[in-house]
Each structure stands twice: as structure tokens, then as C-alpha cells.
């Protein structure tokens, strides 16, 4: 297991179904994070149930889940310096209209429940979250050619 730190990023069925899957890779790849993990799943509303733990129950949920569980979203795995709270910040605020241009949301989306993509929001929540879409072996500790160009 690397020791650098990891985000769990995941594009979300409205992004998936609008091509801009490879928009999202690009974004963290020209940054200089590493991609460990990735594969394109159709989540089940129990993987749901436990992703979003702190808002089942609320009453945006139902719409959520049905939403999440609409079509396909590719699960991402990223490695690097700050890449939690980074990750978050490429992201943008969670609702698009709120999100500055130059985000992901800021500049792909428009509506809270169509929101694109989905960034852990602490290391720990990352570790939880990966845990819970990958299983080790789907994660590939390797070396990139990049790294000495990106950080002393
Ligand atoms: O971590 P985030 O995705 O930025 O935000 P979050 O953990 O507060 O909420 C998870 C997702 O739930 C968010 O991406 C969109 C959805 N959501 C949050 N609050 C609302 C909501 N959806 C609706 N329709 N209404 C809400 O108030």
C-alpha cells in the first residue's frame, strides 16, 4: 500500500451519459495525481446506502438514489501531494450554480442533484470510501515517470 494520499473520485450518470469522462480524467491527470484505481459500475442501493450514509433519511435522498442509480458511474481512484483537499477544490461548492468557473461543477454543471462528480471531503472519508468501492487488487501501486518533474 503507497503511503501517499488517496481520493475517492467518482464521475457521476448525468457526466457519465454527457461524455465527460475523459474532461474529469484530464483535470486530474494535467494536475500531476496519479490514477490508481478506475472502473465503470452500476452502483446498487445498498453501495448507495453506505457512500451516503449521513444523508439517508433526509428528504432529498430518495431523488439522490434514484439519480445515483440511474446509469453508470466510473469509480476513480487518485494518488498524491494534497490530493483530498485538492481534489475537492477542483471539484467545486456542491451546488454548480454556487461553483466558481474554472471548477469541474463550475464549468459542467448547472443543478444541485446533477452535480457531475463526487470528491471524498477529509483522508479519512477517502480511506472509507475507497474501501467501499474497490477492492485491493483493483488498486495498482505504481511508479510515474512524472514524479521527479512534479515535486522535489
Ligand atoms: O460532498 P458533496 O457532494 O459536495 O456534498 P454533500 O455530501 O453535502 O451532498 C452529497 C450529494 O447530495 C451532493 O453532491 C448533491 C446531493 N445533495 C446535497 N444536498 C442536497 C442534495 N440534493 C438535493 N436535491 N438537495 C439538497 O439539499
Redesign the pocket.
Known amino acids: 500500500m503507497s503511503t501517499e494520499e488517496r481520493t475517492f473520485i467518482a464521475v457521476k450518470p448525468d457526466a457519465v451519459q454527457r461524455g465527460l469522462v475523459s474532461k474529469v480524467i484530464e483535470r486530474f491527470e494535467v494536475r500531476g495525481y496519479k490514477l490508481v484505481g478506475i472502473k465503470i459500475i452500476q452502483a446498487s442501493k445498498e453501495l448507495l446506502a453506505k457512500h ?1 450514509e449521513e ?1 439517508v433519511g433526509k428528504p ?1 435522498y430518495p ?2 438514489e434514484s439519480f445515483m442509480s440511474s446509469g453508470p458511474i466510473v469509480a476513480m481512484c487518485w494518488e498524491g501531494k494534497d490530493v483530498v483537499k485538492q481534489g475537492r477544490s477542483m471539484l467545486g461548492a ?1 451546488n454548480p450554480c454556487s461553483s466558481a468557473p474554472g471548477t469541474i461543477r463550475g464549468d459542467f454543471g448547472i443543478d ?2 446533477r ?1 457531475v462528480c ?1 470528491g471524498s ?1 477529509s483522508v479519512e472519508s477517502a480511506k472509507r470510501e475507497i474501501g467501499l468501492w474497490f477492492k485491493d487488487e483493483e488498486l495498482v501501486n505504481w511508479t510515474s515517470n512524472q514524479a521527479k518533474w512534479l515535486q522535489l
Open positions: 451516503y444523508h432529498f431523488k439522490m456542491t444541485l442533484g452535480n463526487h471531503d
